[in-house]
């Protein structure tokens, strides 16, 4: 991916005006067989996370079972219809993002979440290892309100975790998704999606990080 020094947040009379048209992308998920874009069957329930690069985040998401569909796109910015050269010079505001549709039935957003802190760096603020910037940035973006009640009790129990063996602050953004940016995820350009699936040997900086999440207490 792209590296970028760009650490500062702009603002939204800052961003890059993007455009009115959307990035096509492909009907269906091409390791899951689901569509890739909404509407979802009744039932299913959306989180949206960012974990530096989306090609592995997206990997660590569709291999969860009870997943339904996973992208990768922009979010928490205010560029509309960005594109990935737009969002990799940080003036868009958007995080590459994956959005994880799963059905409750099946998998716990607790499980979800601890897939989440586990499998990057949480504490540094926009970065993850060599790429660098705020498209990098760690977050979590909720589309209901015990999503994001949730989503804020596993930060403060992982936080004391981290704490507990020697490392720092969690940096994650946890919003809504709707005070995200302008609260739109946007899907980024086809051959982003399920990369890893398309290329193997695809770069990939994601992975167990030390500590293991303590599930919500039963």
Not at 12 to 36: K, M, N, Q, S
Not at 54 to 80: K, L, N
Not at 133 to 139: E, K, L, N, V
Request: hydrophobic share 35%.
């Amino acid at each position: 991916m792209l590296g970028t020094n760009k650490t500062t947040m702009i603002t939204a009379d800052e961003a890059l005006p993007g455009r009115d048209a959307a990035i096509e992308v492909a009907d269906r998920h091409v390791v899951l067989g689901t569509p890739l874009t909404g509407p979802w069957p009744e039932g299913l329930q959306v989180l949206y996370v960012g974990m530096g690069c989306f090609w592995g985040a997206e990997r660590i998401f569709w291999q969860t079972p009870g997943v339904h569909s996973t992208a990768a796109g922009y979010m928490g910015g205010w560029t509309e219809n960005p594109t990935y050269q737009e969002t990799c010079t940080a003036r868009t505001g958007h995080a590459e993002a994956v959005q994880v549709v799963y059905d409750p039935e099946k998998v716990s957003l607790d499980t979800l979440l601890g897939a989440f802190w586990e499998n990057h760096d949480p504490t540094t603020l926009n970065r993850q290892g060599n790429d660098v910037g705020t498209q990098y940035r760690s977050a979590i973006f909720t589309t209901s309100e015990a999503q994001l009640a949730a989503a804020e009790a596993s930060r403060d129990r992982y936080q004391a975790q981290l704490t507990d063996k020697g490392y720092g602050a969690i940096t994650t953004q946890i919003a809504r998704a709707e005070d995200a940016g302008d609260g739109r995820f946007y899907y980024a350009e086809d051959y982003h999606q399920q990369y890893l699936h398309k290329n193997p040997g695809g770069y990939c900086n994601h992975g167990f990080c030390q500590v293991s999440y303590a599930p919500t207490p039963a």
